[in-house]
């Protein structure tokens, strides 16, 4: 282990050795391991907006198989997957690559205004299936999210205690943010914390825009000229809003856009001290051979052989 995944490793002093034996194992492994970067597979868009929306540009998809074999050829650092996903897909591939069971999934077929997931899987599951990880989403702006608050500090508890990192998809949303305001830097940036201080390991959050939802939060940013005008500048404030870059923040691909535009945002991210990337549709809606040259592209420009 280099000297890099130690200084990580050592942020999460508190935790006990499978936790961090987990999180190594994720750093370690695939074309990053020992950058520090991550580069993770994740698979739960079936559940969350439905089989065609998600796999029909690239029916392999249907087949939770494919998934196993495009993050293992790519080097990845992990691929995470709701449970059922993992069950079907895991036989032949065990120990292959990490995995991260996403243990609460939401669908849109009742899309209500202030979300909460379904808790679908257990930490049992998790150690059962040999996984590295579980993952969790909470909704900041819910007006439920308390109870998320409350779900997320339970699941974490057993999970550590099982020596299983925690990987929290911390996406604002409900009737309190505006629409404009889910991607607002002030509220990412507390969205991360909110993460951070429930006790997350790995912390995924959506790129900020330079929008300033709250009305006292704007005259704070105004006030100490914290700078946020480029992507770089506010990938930066949102890792230090993470306990001053102490704790692993990787950013979410989002919906599918042009390949350009993906990969100055991954050099944003780069440049701006975050730790990775989750690419789910932007990896996984194209035939099997473009995308092991995107995200080995994606993949360059985090470990410096393309600028």
Not at 48 to 54: D, K, L, T, V, Y
Not at 150 to 175: F, H, I
Not at 218 to 227: L, M, N
Request: net charge neutral.
């Amino acid at each position: 282990m280099n000297d890099r995944i130690r200084e990580i490793l050592s942020w999460y002093a508190s935790e006990n050795p499978g936790v961090r034996a987990n999180l190594a194992r994720m750093l370690n492994h695939g074309r990053l391991g020992g950058t520090g970067k991550m580069v993770i597979l994740p698979v739960d868009q079936g559940f969350e907006h439905g089989p065609a929306r998600s796999f029909a540009p690239n029916p392999a998809g249907y087949d939770p198989r494919y998934f196993f074999q495009l993050a293992i050829e790519a080097g990845c650092n992990a691929y995470a997957a709701p449970l059922g996903s993992l069950e079907a897909g895991l036989v032949g591939f065990e120990g292959d690559v990490p995995l991260i069971l996403k243990c609460n999934n939401h669908d849109t077929l009742n899309n209500e205004k202030d979300p909460i997931s379904a808790i679908t899987a257990s930490v049992g599951d998790a150690l059962r299936l040999g996984c590295s990880a579980v993952g969790f989403t909470i909704y900041p702006g819910s007006t439920e999210r308390n109870m998320m608050y409350e779900q997320l500090r339970e699941m974490a508890d057993e999970a550590k205690a099982a020596g299983l990192a925690v990987v929290v998809w911390s996406y604002p949303r409900g009737t309190s943010v505006s629409k404009e305001g889910e991607t607002a830097m002030d509220v990412v940036a507390y969205a991360a914390q909110i993460a951070a201080q429930l006790g997350a390991h790995i912390i995924k959050v959506k790129l900020p825009s330079a929008y300033v939802e709250q009305p006292e939060a704007q005259k704070v940013y105004q006030k100490y000229e914290i700078p946020i005008a480029t992507l770089a500048e506010r990938v930066r404030h949102v890792v230090q809003s993470s306990f001053d870059g102490r704790r692993i923040v990787i950013f979410s691909g989002g919906a599918t856009v042009s390949d350009e535009q993906v990969f100055s945002e991954i050099r944003a991210i780069r440049d701006g001290g975050g730790f990775g990337s989750i690419i789910g549709r932007n990896s996984f809606q194209r035939k099997k051979d473009v995308s092991l040259k995107f995200l080995d592209t994606v993949m360059g420009i985090y470990e410096g052989s393309i600028q």
